[in-house]
């Protein structure tokens, strides 16, 4: 076997809607193609000997085991690699469970889908799961060393990407929310909703994180001060930078003992407490000496007492954690070297914070304060018997935290919300040195030793012993206070064709709500009124640039279905998902075949739609009025026609609808009929004359409509919005040339082309068509472009792209050429395969009254070539 392509999904996807992240791996069988695993000889064994935790997948069977028995009845091998992928992940931490094995239409190639929880973990899991079946094929086994190089490379790659503890904690309660949330590019930075209504983070950093407060509890010394001028009690201390200086000030604070630290140190690095001589002294001056940028080191008087890490959020305490610094207990034969390696055994230490505690390590700092209590790695402690590891409390040394949150004392509580607001800190988590929490700290000579910005979550939310507190929550709660909203409308619009058109009319009716409007096109992003980046860009990446920037207050996306096989899409749902039409475009590409499938990829989007928001159909599409049985939102239909069944028996139940009718585009709700314009009047239609324009016009006032919109505002957005090669280029760009007229249109498929021909067959003069078509389309779609290009024009000229697509020079005119002849071989036709020089000649010869109508491959170069004529003229 071998891997084609291995593709990540990270959205609702052609898969799955619920099940956004996805791995697709396109997988050649080859001389395994008939093979089926009962036929080869030892595989069933040897899977299980290697595996035999895949006894728990169920599999199409329902049952424990039931995987297995598909295995030993005979199963193909591209199944087999899906649930090894999943397996080994669920052995490496991560828990999946979602996958399916489908045949592609080349023979021996499947498409092998399966979930992952960390892409990069994902990837290499399945490669693996390829590795240990061709392995179990030729030798009847996978080496047990692999296995576990395997696993613990996976578990790598999910350690290195994995969100840290405190960040997880506030995007678990986000998602309990089903508030959207993504990663930034830059300074491990994540946003929290959509467009002008995100919020970003940083670790517990927030945007409303002052800098000055951020700064202030860097500068511990300069927080002290601060602190103690406002009465807060804080033990004695000053800063020194020379050896030569530390006599002077050990006795400035009172003498020993004391505790000496980096004066912009953090996780407890650095810290040296209950120093006790000189000698002590000085080790532990060159320790925070090294440990600090400025090699500026406090020393500070040392008060006895447990630590305690004081959490408030937005004004208000939230939780409280004594925290008790790494150490061991004697059981009376183990020595302290072997009880550490016990303790660092259990389930919940792990390597720095991927874990809810940390493990201990054997350092020079665990040597020295062992030595301090007189004990060595050797020493066998009796029953009982506590040796620490750390003279500091942090839990990225191996400390545990203890919940104390009901313990606190109110006083201690004014205490600490003082400080935050001292401080200047939206997140502030308050170091206590106090024997007791439970008093007022005067009354036990509790001291504030420190105030951090950016605290630590793990201790909070996953304490060692106590209750687990949702710190979490308020975080969320103060960034989207009650009545605020994280995410902005998002319409999503796809479809074979009239999609660009479409977005871009539905833009322009939101702006003229006085909002920033975000949309994605085949031509570029736009924001407001300006272009942002130009391409095409219908894809999650360009959706993505929308929801992330601030300033948008409503995306609108032009979703086609190249972005949505690749990748997914870039939200988990949207407000309004139009669907104009199915038609055969692109079959044969991304193992989309038939136009049933393609309607497949297409349904994503009305699947994605809120509950309460409306997935927009196309009622005169059967495939697209079929979506509506897979929906979970509301449906809104759209008809050329009035009498449209569906819409008879939609607005019967008192459904939503938009209808042409009488002239008028009209929108039917309930009993109502709501005349939005004659048709004539909106430049879009082209006076009427384009049906497939009245189309778009319909989906694009429905979908505003049922967002809220109110019908003036559609009405003034159908009115003013003119499909010109400055609004919407290659999107039925009309131009007068003098005594004739040449048409731009980007169709490249036979419904467009068809759409097109509604309105060049009611033009009164020759028609002219210059015609091509993408290489990579199938023969019978070129041939069909050539009769449908025959049915419409009275002189076609034939041109190729410059992109072949893979087919010799000549070839993709060559198929149109005979579609035209089959359908009618007495029309004047020839071939021009440059497509400038294909332009050109049809405007050569165009006669008076006549229209030359251009399918491009590049609509600026079209546009370019009639504008010059025009200035010619």
């Known amino acids: 076997m071998r891997i084609l392509k291995t593709q990540t999904l990270r959205g609702p996807n052609y898969w799955s809607i619920r099940r956004n992240k996805l791995i697709v791996m396109r997988l050649d069988l080859e001389e395994l193609t008939e093979k089926t695993s009962n036929e080869i000889p030892g595989f069933y064994d040897g899977l299980i000997k290697t595996l035999p935790s895949l006894i728990e997948h169920y599999c199409s069977r329902g049952h424990r085991g039931g995987f297995l028995e598909r295995v030993s009845e005979g199963t193909l091998m591209g199944h087999i690699v899906e649930h090894i992928a999943l397996e080994l992940q669920e052995l490496a931490g991560m828990p999946v469970g979602f996958g399916r094995t489908r045949e592609t239409a080349e023979p021996g190639v499947f498409n092998v889908v399966f979930e992952y929880v960390e892409e990069q973990a994902g990837r290499y899991a399945g490669r693996a799961a ?80 002052s800098i000055l407060g951020v700064e202030l509890a860097c500068d511990k010394e300069g927080t002290k001060t601060i602190l103690a001028d406002a009465g807060i009690p804080v033990p004695k201390g000053t800063v020194i930078q020379y050896l030569d200086e530390l006599e002077e000030a050990i006795a400035s604070v009172g003498g020993y003992p004391i505790v000496i630290k980096p004066l912009d140190g953090n996780h407890g690095r650095g810290i040296t407490i209950d120093v006790n001589n000189r000698t002590e002294a000085e080790s532990a001056y060159d320790l925070a000496s090294d440990a600090s940028k400025t090699r500026s080191v406090i020393v500070e008087r040392y008060h006895r007492g447990s630590d305690h890490r004081v959490l408030v959020i937005n004004g208000k305490l939230i939780a409280v954690a004594e925290r008790i610094p790494a150490h061991v207990i004697g059981d009376g034969k183990s020595t302290i070297e072997e009880l550490i390696t016990i303790t660092n055994l259990h389930p919940s230490r792990g390597e720095g914070h991927d874990n809810i505690l940390t493990k201990i390590v054997i350092d020079q700092t665990a040597l020295g304060v062992l030595e ?12 009982g018997e506590i040796a620490y590891l750390r003279a500091t409390a942090n839990l990225s040394t191996g400390g545990i935290a203890i919940d104390r949150t009901d313990d ?46 950016a605290p630590g979550f793990r201790m909070h939310a996953s304490p060692s012993r106590g209750l687990p507190r949702n710190v979490g929550a308020p975080v969320l709660d103060m960034l989207f206070p009650p009545g605020t909203s994280p995410r902005i409308p998002i319409i999503a619009i796809t479809g074979t064709n009239g999609k660009t058109t479409t977005t871009r009319m539905m833009a322009h009716i939101y702006r003229q709500t006085g909002k920033v409007v975000g949309y994605t096109t085949t031509d570029g992003v736009y924001i407001g009124d300006y272009l942002a980046e130009k391409g095409d860009n219908t894809g999650p990446y360009s959706a993505s640039m929308i929801l992330k920037d601030p300033t948008v207050e409503v995306a609108v996306l032009e979703t086609a279905r190249g972005g949505i096989l690749r990748s997914g899409l870039a939200f988990q749902t949207c407000d309004i998902g139009v669907v104009l039409n199915v038609a055969a475009d692109h079959l044969g590409l991304g193992d989309i075949n038939t136009i049933e499938q393609m309607a497949r990829v297409k349904s994503v989007i009305p699947e994605t739609v809120k509950a309460d ?26 008809s050329l026609n009035p009498d449209n069944p569906i819409i008879l028996e939609h607005t ?19 009993d109502w009929t709501i005349r939005i314009e004659k048709a004539v009047k909106c430049p879009m239609t082209m006076g009427g004359m384009a049906p497939f324009m009245i189309a778009n016009a319909l989906a694009a006032s429905l979908g505003a409509f049922a967002q809220g919109v109110d019908i003036e505002t559609i009405r003034r957005g159908v009115r003013s919005f003119n499909p010109s090669a400055e609004q919407t280029p290659g999107r039925m760009n009309l131009f007068e040339l003098g005594d004739y007229h040449a048409l731009v249109d980007y169709a490249h498929n036979p419904h467009g082309y068809e759409a097109v021909g509604s309105f060049v067959r009611n033009w009164q003069g020759t028609k002219i068509g210059v015609v091509g078509g993408p290489g990579d389309r199938r023969d019978e779609d070129l041939i069909l472009l050539g009769k449908i290009s025959a049915q419409v024009f009275d002189s076609i000229i034939i041109k190729e792209d410059d992109d072949k697509r893979g087919r010799e020079p000549g070839e993709a005119a060559d198929l149109i050429c005979k579609g035209v002849f089959q359908e009618n071989p007495n029309l004047k036709y020839e071939t021009i395969l440059s497509e400038t020089e294909a332009i050109e000649t049809a405007l050569n010869n165009a006669v008076k009254e006549s229209i030359v109508v251009v399918f491009p491959e590049s609509v600026s170069r079209a546009i370019d070539l009639i504008q010059q004529r025009n200035k010619n003229n």
């Open 613 to 638: 928001g409306y997935a927009i159909l196309n009622a005169d599409d059967p495939l697209v009025a079929a979506m509506a049985q897979q929906v979970n939102c509301k449906v809104a239909y759209f």
């Open 372 to 383: 301090k209590q007189g004990y060595k790695t050797s020493t066998v402690l009796s029953s």
């Open 408 to 453: 606190i004392h109110p006083e201690n509580i004014w205490f600490a919300q003082r400080i935050a607001k001292i401080i200047g800190l939206d997140i502030a988590g308050i170091d206590i040195v106090t024997p007791d929490i439970t008093k007022p700290l005067r009354e036990v000579d509790g001291v504030v030793v420190e105030v951090n910005a």
């Open 652 to 670: 019967r139940r008192k459904g939503l609808a938009a209808i042409y009718e009488n002239g008028y585009l009209s929108i039917l709700e309930g």
């Open 130 to 209: 390829v590795r240990m079946c061709n392995s179990i094929v030729e030798t009847g086994s996978y080496p047990a060393e692999e296995l576990a190089q395997d696993l613990a490379d996976i578990k790598d790659l999910q350690a290195n990407t994995a969100l840290g503890p405190s960040t997880e904690t506030i995007i678990k309660e986000a998602e309990v929310r089903k508030i959207p949330w993504m990663l930034l590019s830059a300074r491990a930075m994540l946003q929290l909703g959509y467009g002008a209504n995100q919020r970003r983070i940083q670790a517990t950093l927030t945007e409303n994180s």
